[in-house]
């Protein structure tokens, strides 16, 4: 079992929390607040996390950071209020790079369809983008501005493992360095699309996990122990690509169809979704494996 250097106090409680509400908060676009007592309360680094999680169960990541047909806009601070206090673990999001440098969550290239804004995200500034308001996940328009990628990362900290997806507009060493600032390095997961970009945020980035393509994670020699995850996409139901990785103690991502995949808990440790509020915040979770998951963590 690995040791970790970061108290784990009153987290159980935050981590195991599997609320069910399906129904829409009241909440608005403004920073979580933290006080000080909840910032001291911090989750355990996401590579122990995993290995304590039991091989039936599997985090659920909300896709965007938020869920399809809700009033939460995707990479906003609503919706991860939202997540919040439904108690999911793992917010996946999409951070874009503007004409000053200001680094922000925004998906798409351009600002139609999904904001009032127009034109291309890159050739926009922090002061034109502050003035857009974002559709939600409905398709009508919401209260939420476009947020900071460092604001995201002040509220989610301690509270929310995330999963950075970089857009083509996004400097590497700008989130990296927001990341390291915050000292939230053991919190994120790094999405690398091929081998020249896994290789490019290895050497950049040596003390975060990286999310790789399954056959580069097998046949991988050059990364450190616990320094990958393998991205199987669909293919929950590769049954040998899955026994695979598991004799290699190399952890499972995967995605799941809104058709429940009765069978991806037990073959993925984490799993995207667009429909994350149809899921528990950990799937496969049941009375025995949870008190083995919070027993394992309180050893830790």
Same mark, same amino acid.
């Given at each position: 079992m690995r040791n970790i250097a970061r108290p784990l106090g @009153?987290?159980?409680a935050l981590m195991l929390c599997a609320c069910s509400s399906q129904t829409d908060i009241d909440v608005n676009? =403004? *920073? %979580?607040?933290?006080?000080k007592a909840e910032a001291d309360v911090t989750l355990p680094p996401l590579v122990d996390y995993l290995s304590c999680l039991p091989q039936e169960a599997a985090l659920i990541a909300a896709h965007r950071g938020t869920a399809e047909n809700t009033i939460y806009p995707e990479n906003s601070m609503s919706a991860l =209020? #939202? @997540?919040l206090e439904k108690g999911y673990l793992v917010s996946e999001v999409? %951070? #874009?790079g503007l004409k000053d440098g200001t680094h922000i969550l925004y998906h798409d290239g351009v600002w139609e369809e999904k904001s009032t !804004?127009? !034109?291309p995200i890159a050739s926009s500034t922090w002061k034109d983008a502050e003035k857009i308001l974002l559709n939600d996940t409905k398709g009508k328009l919401s209260a939420d501005r476009p947020v900071k990628f460092e604001d995201y990362l002040m509220a989610a900290k301690g509270k929310i493992y995330l999963e950075i997806d970089f857009k083509s507009s996004a400097k590497y060493e700008t989130v990296l360095g927001l990341i390291r600032k915050h000292d939230m390095s053991d919190d994120v997961i790094l999405i690398s699309y091929n081998v020249g970009q896994s290789k490019k945020l290895a050497n950049l980035a040596p003390d975060m996990m990286l999310s790789i393509g399954s056959n580069e994670a097998l046949g991988q020699t050059r990364y450190k122990k616990n320094q990958v995850a393998a991205w199987v996409g669909y293919n929950v139901d590769n049954d040998g690509l899955i026994e695979s990785l598991r004799e290699k103690d190399i952890p499972v991502l995967g995605r799941i169809r809104k058709q429940w995949n009765a069978n991806a808990a037990? #073959? #993925?440790d984490l799993l995207v979704? $667009? $429909?994350a509020f $149809?899921? =528990? *915040?950990i799937a496969g979770l049941t009375k025995d494996n949870k008190s083995a998951l919070e027993n394992c963590l309180k050893s830790l």
């Amino acid at each position: 079992m690995r040791n970790i250097a970061r108290p784990l106090g @009153l987290t159980l409680a935050l981590m195991l929390c599997a609320c069910s509400s399906q129904t829409d908060i009241d909440v608005n676009s =403004k *920073p %979580v607040q933290t006080t000080k007592a909840e910032a001291d309360v911090t989750l355990p680094p996401l590579v122990d996390y995993l290995s304590c999680l039991p091989q039936e169960a599997a985090l659920i990541a909300a896709h965007r950071g938020t869920a399809e047909n809700t009033i939460y806009p995707e990479n906003s601070m609503s919706a991860l =209020k #939202a @997540l919040l206090e439904k108690g999911y673990l793992v917010s996946e999001v999409d %951070v #874009a790079g503007l004409k000053d440098g200001t680094h922000i969550l925004y998906h798409d290239g351009v600002w139609e369809e999904k904001s009032t !804004g127009r !034109g291309p995200i890159a050739s926009s500034t922090w002061k034109d983008a502050e003035k857009i308001l974002l559709n939600d996940t409905k398709g009508k328009l919401s209260a939420d501005r476009p947020v900071k990628f460092e604001d995201y990362l002040m509220a989610a900290k301690g509270k929310i493992y995330l999963e950075i997806d970089f857009k083509s507009s996004a400097k590497y060493e700008t989130v990296l360095g927001l990341i390291r600032k915050h000292d939230m390095s053991d919190d994120v997961i790094l999405i690398s699309y091929n081998v020249g970009q896994s290789k490019k945020l290895a050497n950049l980035a040596p003390d975060m996990m990286l999310s790789i393509g399954s056959n580069e994670a097998l046949g991988q020699t050059r990364y450190k122990k616990n320094q990958v995850a393998a991205w199987v996409g669909y293919n929950v139901d590769n049954d040998g690509l899955i026994e695979s990785l598991r004799e290699k103690d190399i952890p499972v991502l995967g995605r799941i169809r809104k058709q429940w995949n009765a069978n991806a808990a037990d #073959a #993925a440790d984490l799993l995207v979704t $667009d $429909d994350a509020f $149809d899921h =528990k *915040p950990i799937a496969g979770l049941t009375k025995d494996n949870k008190s083995a998951l919070e027993n394992c963590l309180k050893s830790l």
